[in-house]
């Protein structure tokens, strides 16, 4: 069992940037591999990137690939997601999210994820 737990989102305006992190609680956070999506209103949850375990390799979804960048530490329990040259349209609750496949982050169907971190970006 993994329960985690994000902070960091906030209100920003477009072109501004800012950075969410998520602490892992429970069983060992570095044998998960770890991720990021979000869900804004009325809309489906949009995979946006995972890193495998050690952290040395990290997958995105097209929409945010060069604008987002994910980093986890296993000596802290934590993962980031770093937001750059934000959007209007990034507007969502970012959660993290926790599986022993990347793949099962990919495609949305992983086994552990947080309740979210609301991130509004003003025009």
């Known amino acids: 069992q993994v329960q985690l737990v994000e902070s960091g989102g906030g209100l920003v305006q477009a072109g501004g940037s800012l950075s969410l992190s998520c602490v892992g609680f429970g069983r060992t956070f570095s044998t998960y591999a770890m991720g990021w999506f979000r869900q804004a209103p009325g809309k489906e949850r949009e995979f946006l990137g995972a890193t495998i375990k050690s952290g040395s390799s990290t997958y995105y979804a097209d929409s945010v690939k060069g604008r987002f960048t994910i980093s986890r530490d296993n000596a802290k329990n934590t993962v980031y997601l770093q937001m750059n040259s934000l959007k209007p349209e990034d507007t969502a609750v970012y959660s993290c999210?926790?599986?022993?496949?990347?793949?099962?982050?990919?495609?949305?169907?992983?086994?552990?994820w947080g309740q979210g971190t609301q991130v509004t970006v003003s025009s």
């Open positions: 999210a926790a599986d022993e496949k990347l793949h099962n982050i990919v495609v949305l169907n992983m086994q552990y």
